[in-house]
T-cell receptor
């Protein structure tokens, strides 16, 4: 079993829709949770970062962490065609040597 | 502001050939990383360098070597390329060596390598 599981998609939605992207994980030591966005033929870029459980909002994006269920989500409101990309979750523990573990990514397509 | 620059962008190698992927960052970051990205496998860490003068193995180091030439540059070498090393390679850097504490990792644009 992978430490981090993520549905590869593709997820296809109309412009203006609310998008929900999710990851599950098995390692209860994970404390830091991130979402990266990766456009085609580009490197990943950090979109959202949260520590421990709770919600964090940034514009149209909301990141949610439920540590009791080992489940994280990224919500995109009023989705735009420019949001079409692959979204990767990533997480790590709090130790000095802990490394970032990535999900495989979910491909999102927002059509006009 | 270039960020993380890696070369070459595309390369085709024959099995057994060697090559070096070059990476440089202009953000004065201490830590640098090499990842590979494969369909269904996500991003996997090959090697990382927490600071100038140090390198450590990641999840998938076999078949690769690295050199932290100075604070700016971190190269990845394939000594004898194999078809299993066909992948997209990303160099990355961060201010600190820890993945935690919201330590943002900045990625280059990737190098597409095909080994035939």
């Amino acid at each position: 079993q992978k430490e981090v599981e993520q549905d590869p998609g593709p997820l296809s939605v109309p412009e203006g829709a609310i998008v929900s992207l999710n990851c599950t994980y098995s390692n209860s030591a994970f404390q830091y949770f991130m979402w990266y966005r990766q456009y085609s033929r580009k490197g990943p870029e950090l979109l959202m970062y949260t520590y421990s459980s709770g919600n964090k909002e940034d514009g149209r994006f909301t990141a949610q962490v439920d540590k009791s269920s080992k489940y994280i989500s990224l919500f995109i409101r009023d989705s735009q065609p420019s949001d079409s990309a692959t979204y990767l979750c990533a997480m790590s523990g709090a130790g000095n040597t802990d490394k970032l573990i990535f999900g495989t990514g979910t491909r999102l397509q927002v059509f006009p | 502001n270039a960020g993380v620059t890696q070369t070459p962008k595309f390369q085709v190698l024959k099995t057994g050939q060697s090559m070096t992927l070059q990476c440089a960052q202009d953000m004065n970051h201490n830590s640098m990383y090499w990842y590979r990205q494969d369909p269904g496998m996500g991003l996997r860490l090959i090697y990382y360098s927490a600071s100038e003068g140090t390198t450590d193995k990641g999840e998938v180091p076999n078949g690769y070597n690295v050199s932290r030439l100075n604070k700016r540059e971190f190269s990845l070498r394939l000594e004898s390329a194999a078809p299993s090393q066909t992948s997209v390679y990303f160099c990355a850097s961060s201010e600190y060596g820890r993945a935690a504490s919201g330590n943002t990792i900045y990625f280059g644009e990737g190098s597409w390598l095909t080994v035939v």
